[in-house]
């Protein structure tokens, strides 16, 4: 069964400096979204991606955040400079259409953890 | 602000026993309504997803729906050991963002 698949599975950082995290969407979708979940709380949206630009955004994706499709294939988000309170599970999910019945698909997550 | 609300238990239950799930929401323009199962550490994976009201079935599982009520649940019949999880309720308001509750913690005792 396809699957949205992340890289790294781990990521160390510390404090201030940049770190991009790599996804790969199910091939025939064409929603993308980012999703984070800080350790004991709730997961919460980022940032929702249809056709190389943004289509919706949440208070939480504020500049340091980007995304981007670079290619045909994946989607990466880039915070610039990590905070510690940046340290979190990062999701992402893609679905094949917007509509409200389609099923988003979440990959395994990427842990940050900010030094 | 959109409120997503789930008692977090945990909600223990015996072995084959029905497990009952419930998640109120604040959004009167949620149009649907989607299950996650979260195993400790690791992503969300759908169950099921709702949009009508009354019960959808699926396996052993059935999500309940009443917008009236704004009032979701999901019901896990014969409950197993690895059924262990919290269960995250998420609803939808047309093509939005999911918005996610903090989930109920259901412990499923052998």
């Known amino acids: 069964e396809p699957e949205v698949t992340q890289t790294p599975s781990h990521q160390v950082t510390q404090m201030g400096q940049e770190v991009i995290l790599r996804c790969v969407p199910i091939s025939n979708h064409l929603y993308f979204y980012w999703y984070r979940q800080i350790l004991g709380q709730k997961v919460e949206f980022l940032v929702s991606?249809?056709?190389?630009?943004?289509?919706?955004k949440s208070e939480i994706f504020d500049d340091q955040f980007s995304v981007e499709r670079p290619d045909g294939s994946n989607f990466t988000l880039k915070i610039r400079s990590t905070k510690l309170e940046d340290s979190a599970m990062y999701f992402c999910a893609s679905s094949e259409d917007r509509a409200y019945g389609q099923p988003q698909h979440f990959g395994d997550g990427t842990r940050l953890s900010i030094l | 602000q959109k409120e997503v609300e789930q008692n977090s238990g945990p909600l223990s239950v015996p072995e084959g026993a029905i497990a009952s799930l419930n998640c109120t929401y604040s959004d009167r323009g949620s149009q649907s309504f989607f299950w996650y199962r979260q195993y400790s550490g690791k992503s969300p994976e759908l169950i099921m997803f709702?949009?009508?009201?009354g019960d959808k079935e699926d396996g052993r599982f059935t999500a309940q729906l009443n917008k009236a009520s704004q009032y979701v649940s999901l019901l896990i019949r014969d409950s197993q050991p690895s059924d262990s999880a919290t269960y995250l309720c998420?609803?939808?308001?047309?093509?939005?963002?999911?918005?996610f509750g903090k989930g109920t913690r259901l412990s499923v005792i052998a």
């Open positions: 998420a609803p939808r308001g047309g093509n939005t963002p999911l918005v």
């Open positions: 991606f249809y056709n190389n630009e943004i289509s919706e």
């Open positions: 709702i949009y009508s009201n």
